[in-house]
């Protein structure tokens, strides 16, 4: 019987394949003729120093980037036309197939390189009576004899609101629900919208004009009630509901763009509950990745295309990273690990949601302050606990079952629970502060942590000590020293928000200023 199930595992693998999907916005490739749909900065042979020489740098680069990633399809943005693509394939011999479309009228378009055969495309409008965009891309293709589409995306940036995204996702959402419902399909491209773009729309007043509903969040449905989409419980709904890729890769690292220091997650990949049903084509769990080799990010900078006053400076790629998937004909696919097996603090981390509840024991309330709370459980980590610790008493330890946890830009919390069993006092509770002269503050496994007794100068809103600098916020904002004093801080949480650390000061008693 071993003999047989081995045989048959080994007759499954040697049959099944693999292949990859990326998508790339390579930032304005133009050509050298010239016509009315040109951006200022690429006509021809004009004062913008657009000509043969910068044309020849930027598509070698562009073909640098297609060669590297070496996708079996290859999503493409912002290309000038169809003469593009059909050079772009002629350089890379490798590809044999492609589709393309875009409107008359407007600048660029969307497209595809394939190892993989096309079958057909269509073009899906979406038109506005002001603003002309880009057309969503729908592309059939068979692979393995199983058929599958891809959308390719490319949304109206933010300098539209959200109203014209959502026109967007509403289109493209009617088209994947006529198809049936475990029908392969992948959404991915350029949607101007980060994944989380639900938890952001509201500290954006310009964008905000759909009382908070987003295309990419609630229109997609890749989250229902303001939880995400996960790919473990993705199989639960009787609707169409999709998981975006971006949930697999830790919190600091997702990014493809970058806005004014802070990371930004424009492109996409969005996969339907179909690509998890283990029938035909599927989705390689944890395969997703951001493609940054150190000629595309350094020292936290994307090498984008230089232009310097509408004048191209001959060096750079794009603005965007491309991104990255694999998919799989393989029928075995890995079991995810049950919650109900997490036991420790330090497991939390690793997840998105959960999707039942699960009990800790031992945990040590480390930190009070009204009704919110720090708990770490001995040798592990911490976890912060917002607005619902009333029955929590600092310096107890608790055995508690955890319903609900939530990222709060960055920033690790438990949204709901409950107490099972109170353990009484814990007596040295402080001696799992952390000493905070000794920590790498780049590492975020000290998030949620407490430290105490660190001094230095406070100014700009930040702590400088050491010759070092760290961002304070201050939970009441009438603590705030001010600027240019001596501080002494008593006790603080180790904060994140918006990709970077910082101190949390959560009463005027933590601290001192002289």
Not at 148 to 160: A, D, E, V, Y
Not at 330 to 349: C, G, Q, R, T
Request: net charge positive; charged share 30%; aromatic share 14%.
């Amino acid at each position: 019987m071993v003999r047989f199930f081995l045989l048959l595992f080994l007759s499954i693998c040697l049959y099944a394949k693999d292949f990859t999907i990326s998508s790339y916005n390579v930032e304005n490739l133009f050509d050298l003729k010239s016509n009315k749909t040109d951006y200022k900065e690429y006509k021809p042979n004009s004062n913008s120093n657009w000509n043969k020489k910068t044309f020849d740098i930027k598509l070698s680069n562009t073909i640098r980037v297609l060669k590297d990633l070496d996708s079996d399809i290859i999503a493409l943005q912002e290309v000038e036309n169809k003469e593009l693509i059909k050079l772009l394939l002629k350089k890379l011999p490798d590809y044999k197939y492609y589709s393309f479309s875009k409107y008359p009228n407007s600048s660029v378009g969307v497209g595809f390189l394939s190892k993989i055969k096309i079958l057909k495309d269509k073009t899906i409008e979406v038109k506005f009576s002001n603003k002309t965009f880009r057309p969503i891309l729908e592309t059939t293709f068979k692979f393995d004899n199983f058929e599958f589409k891809i959308f390719n995306n490319h949304w109206p940036s933010k300098r539209s609101p959200e109203s014209y995204r959502i026109k967007y996702a509403k289109k493209l959402f009617d088209r994947i629900n006529k198809l049936p419902f475990d029908y392969d399909y992948i959404l991915l491209g350029d949607f101007n919208s980060n994944y989380n773009e639900f938890e952001t729309i509201y500290f954006n007043k310009d964008l905000n004009n759909t009382q908070s509903l987003t295309g990419i969040n609630q229109v997609l449905n890749t989250t229902i009630n303001k939880n995400y989409i996960t790919k473990e419980d993705i199989l639960k709904y009787e609707k169409k509901v999709h998981y975006n890729l971006w949930l697999e890769v830790p919190f600091e690292d997702r990014f493809s763009s970058k806005y004014k220091g802070e990371n930004q997650t424009p492109d996409n990949i969005i996969v339907p509950a179909s690509l998890f049903d283990n029938k035909n084509i599927s989705y390689k769990k944890n395969s997703f990745k951001v493609f940054k080799p150190s000629y595309l990010y350094k020292n936290k900078k994307i090498n984008r295309w230089k232009i310097v006053n509408k004048n191209h400076k001959g060096y750079g790629f794009s603005d965007h990273l491309p991104i990255i998937a694999s998919f799989t004909t393989d029928k075995i696919l890995k079991k995810e690990k049950k919650d109900e097996n997490i036991k420790h603090i330090s497991e939390l981390y690793k997840k998105v949601k959960l999707t039942e509840s699960i009990d800790l024991k031992d945990i040590i309330v480390i930190y009070k302050d009204s009704e919110n709370a720090i708990i770490k459980q001995k040798n592990d980590r911490a976890i912060y606990l917002y607005n619902n610790a009333k029955d929590l008493q600092e310096g107890y330890s608790y055995d508690i079952r955890i319903s609900q946890i939530k990222n709060y830009f960055g920033l690790k919390e438990i949204k709901d629970f409950k107490i099972l069993k109170n353990n009484g006092k814990f007596l040295d509770y402080k001696d799992l502060y952390l000493d905070f002269s000794k920590l790498n503050l780049e590492n975020l496994n000290y998030q949620n942590e407490m430290v105490e007794n660190i001094e230095g100068l406070y100014k700009d809103g930040k702590l400088y000590y050491k010759e070092k600098a760290i961002n304070i916020y201050f939970k009441n904002k009438e603590d705030k020293p001010k600027d240019i004093m001596n501080i002494k801080i008593k006790r603080a949480q180790i904060g994140y928000y918006k990709n970077k650390t910082q101190l949390v000061i959560h009463k005027k008693s933590d601290f001192d200023v002289n």
